[in-house]
């Protein structure tokens, strides 16, 4: 079941979920749609370097998130100077906001979907690829997969509204698992 923005509200209110700072305490103003919460980008962007390097990813080998690391640069954005996305290229970057969708014992969990926004793909904007899910038991910032498909440059801003969050309940208490990914303080390719 989706949450409408007043039950997105109230589970927040009631320390069900987690979402700071909200930007606004009214279900039927800005950052609240009908049944999703607008969240903002961060002012860090991780840029892989294009350097030809002999670089080939196994995901089925640890020490992943140092490599791109490794192979990442690090740009500090702010309104006056925003990063200019071009057309074709791909960086990591995080939600302003934190969330939390604790496992608690008695009572509803949550889990949600991050969503592009229509408004950045109809500019050829995409925020995530396959890995819209953010689990029950996460917390953090939201790392995003961003790539211009478009024919234009786009500017990121930090704080610009940059994708959605849809918040679903979760039938029944999860086990907590051990081997999930609990969220990072940042994206592979950002310093920690």
Known sequence: M??????ILNAVKMKRLFIEPLDGQDASKSP????AIDLRLGNEIAVPKNENAPLQLDLSKPGIPQLLHQYSE?????????????????????TMERVAFPLH??????????EGRSSLARCGILVHFT???IHAGFEGKITLEIINLGPFDFLLKPEMKICQLIIEE???????????FKGQTKPAGIKV
């Open 32 to 35: 609240f749609n009908t049944s």
């Open 170 to 180: 979760v039938k029944g208490r999860p086990f907590d698992a051990p081997n999930q």
């Open 2 to 7: 989706i949450l409408s923005n007043a039950n």
């Open 74 to 94: 690090t740009k500090i954005i702010t309104e006056d100077q925003p990063y200019t996305l071009k057309k074709g290229v791909f960086v990591l970057a995080q």
């Open 105 to 114: 014992r008695k009572g509803t969990c949550y889990s949600a979907r991050v």
């Open 131 to 133: 890995a819209p899910t």
